[in-house]
């Protein structure tokens, strides 16, 4: 039987359940999110002379709850319009209609008594067959179903999303003792294709696989810092971005956790897991039980860690428990990995460090490693799916497998027994079958080490995913310094960017063009893609910045018209060429992606034009591109100028989309054109489909535009007087005016006495002109100099 997914019940409000009812609609389900009726009202509404039947009283803790998840920051929801595909409820009243959905899912509080006495009201209502699923995080799923109907049964096992869920990629999925196979094989495929998700699925054991490996870490830094004698911030920098980890890295991860939460999946595995070798470590330190007590427990109680008091950040003193002024962390072997971009590259240097650092991070690693090595078989048969768990919930760059791997695997051994931990018998085995690492690339494919067989098996799933890393080196057709140009086969190559944060100069726009030279005479089409971070953040910002204190204008005007040649080159080439954004697309690679034949965007790209937080305007063809588009718009009868000004706006206050769906209301992506996938990880497999398609329907470039219209002095004017009036109001530095005004003249198509049809290259000169002029102020170079060494937009 085909199943089909078009309505989804969510059973439960609070904040997970509110965040799985905004992803559901952010792909396009139709939901119904229920919780209970309150049983007293409040203040307000006794004032209000409402009673307890009223609707809006009935219905007021899940309409709290969705309000509430709707204002979060960062937003559970890719477009606030999507919230209209959730339609709220209560138990009560309305829970005869979860009769017409195709999955119900439960999120109520984490208690057995409560779980079994709302499914038995579900199966009341609930049409034979219907998926029916609970988000627990810890208790045992084969409990919950006991005493329900053989339907039930079947149909029913936990799903485990992470919270944001909206952000954070795992989906543990844990059978009960009936759960018919083809309903795991479901959840399994639709986690991944329409979720969006890494599908992991899980034993029904305490915590599960990301919890159980992230919250054994976390304790086991609670105690290493204790024996070693460090501090929150000094573990912080240790476990941060250097290694592959969250920014908030441990203890700000917690803070933002919460302690509570933390505290309570930690002691559930003390009392459920006696014959763990780290059942210890699962006990509270004194300073956690403390904290505890003191109700310190985070960003919802406003200190944990770190505690912020005016505009200062403290942090806490685990000796004296006290808050004290924050103390920078140096260390020799962190000096060592600074010219190692690569994270994976970074561990070997690591574990050999000679001061603190490299004593923590051995001591860190060897547990982890051992602890991992000993939860197979009991959480899971296949050592991939541990990695997959920490990369998908906790943020990780990197599985402890793959770090493992890293170090070396014997290396990685002897720190285990060097530091008195053990692993486990098949770790030595492994290594005695001839077999140095846990994963192995061929053909393009990853494979891990099975145990039971002792030989390396492909991972299963990939024939959707193109993993760039794993063919890098044997279908590398052409590479400079910072690009890359792969044959994906079929015709299609991919070019992909690797100068720092992926920014666009020299290197990356002479990439760009050899990658059309060797499409237009020897392929199909073209990708232009990578699996970084991000997309790209724009252009080279400190060639720019060097160009125009030097005062080499000529350079910087021959500079500004090769990235606008270059972006109509991708606009007009003789080959379709598709754009694959996600995260961070700034400026330039805003620009790049607005110019290509189509964009494949990631669900998660927040994309811009973000020019005049530097004091410029778009130069590299997003401000005529703009204009263009406003131009498209233009219908008879409209006020062409209503229309022209949301374009201006949006530049005009560098605007980033929060997601795909966003750029589409701004105009920088274009719906029916276009297209967004949520699952990052098919994305490159995508944008090559899209490039065969348009090549075998007989790709034509697109004719060069000469019918642009832009409105001169109608719109010029207006937009004057409107900057003029920012300036008054204050809203505006007279610099921010300045850079309007040149936008404005741009987009107006200059100070022309009536609307007129122009040429591409018409506005690309002017837009040029008005970038090369606005480098020329003091207080443009300013702001460059300030983002380059801040990070940060100037305003000044």
Known sequence: MKRRIKKV????????????????????????LLDIVPNQLTESEQKKGLTLENNAVRNRI?????????????????????????????TTDDLAKIKDVDWIIEVVVERLDIKKAVYEQIEKYRKPGTLITSNTSGIPIHLMSEGR???????????????????????????????????????????EQFLGKTSVVAKDTPAFIGNRIGIYGIMSLFHLVKDMEMTIEEVDKLTGPVIGRPKSATFRTVDVVGLDTLV?????????????????????????????????????TKQGFYKKVDKEILSLDLNTLEYRPQQKANFQTLEATKSIDKVIDRFKVLVKGKDKAGEFYRKSFAGLFAYVSNRIPEITDDLYKIDDAMK??????????????????????DMIKETGEQAAPWIEEMLASGNQSF?????????????????????????????????????????????????LGDGILNLEFHSKMNAIGGGVISGINKAIDIAENEYEGLVIGNQAANFSVGANLAMIFMMAVEQEYDELNFAIKSFQDTMMRVRYSAIPVIAAPHGMTLGGGCELTMHADKAVAAAETYIGLVEFGVGVIPGGGGSKEMALRASDQFKKNDVKLNILQEYFMTVGTAKVA???????????????????????????AEAKKHALLLAQAGYTPPVHRKDIQVLGKQALGAFLVGTDGMLAGKYISDHDRKIANKLAYVMAGGDLSEPTLVTEQYLLDMEREAFLSLCTEKKTLERIQYMLTKGKPLRN
């Open 658 to 684: 929060t997601s795909a769906y966003e750029a589409y209301d701004l105009g920088i992506l274009q719906k029916g054109k276009d297209v967004i996938v949520v699952n990052k990880d098919r994305q490159i």
């Open 392 to 413: 998908a919930g906790f943020g990780w760059e990197h599985g402890p497998f793959q770090v493992w791997d890293a170090v070396g695997v014997q290396a990685g051994l």
């Open 9 to 32: 019940a969510v059973i439960g409000s609070g904040i997970m359940g509110s965040g799985i009812a905004c992803h559901f609609a952010n792909i396009g389900a139709e939901v119904l």
């Open 62 to 90: 899940v309409n709290d709850n969705l309000v509430a998840a709707l204002k979060s920051n960062p937003s559970p929801i890719y477009d606030k319009k999507f919230a209209n595909r959730i339609t709220t409820g209560n």
């Open 439 to 487: 994963y192995t690339v061929k053909d393009g494919s990853n494979y891990y080490y099975d145990i039971p067989s002792k030989s390396q098996k492909k991972i299963p799933g990939q024939d959707t995913f193109i993993i760039l890393d794993n063919i890098r080196n044997n279908k590398k057709v052409w590479g400079n310094s910072e690009t890359t140009l792969h044959d």
């Open 149 to 191: 109907s053989e339907d039930f049964q079947e149909h029913f096992c936990g799903t485990h999303f992470f919270n944001p869920v909206r952000y954070l990629k795992l989906f543990e999925i844990i059978p009960g003792p009936k759960t018919k196979p083809e309903v795991l094989d479901f959840l399994n495929n639709y986690g």
């Open 264 to 300: 309570h999946v930690a002691n559930g595995l003390y009392e459920n897991c006696p014959n763990d070798e780290a059942h210890n470590l699962f006990q509270l330190p004194d300073f956690i039980s403390k904290m505890m007590e003191n109700k310190w427990l985070g960003s919802k």
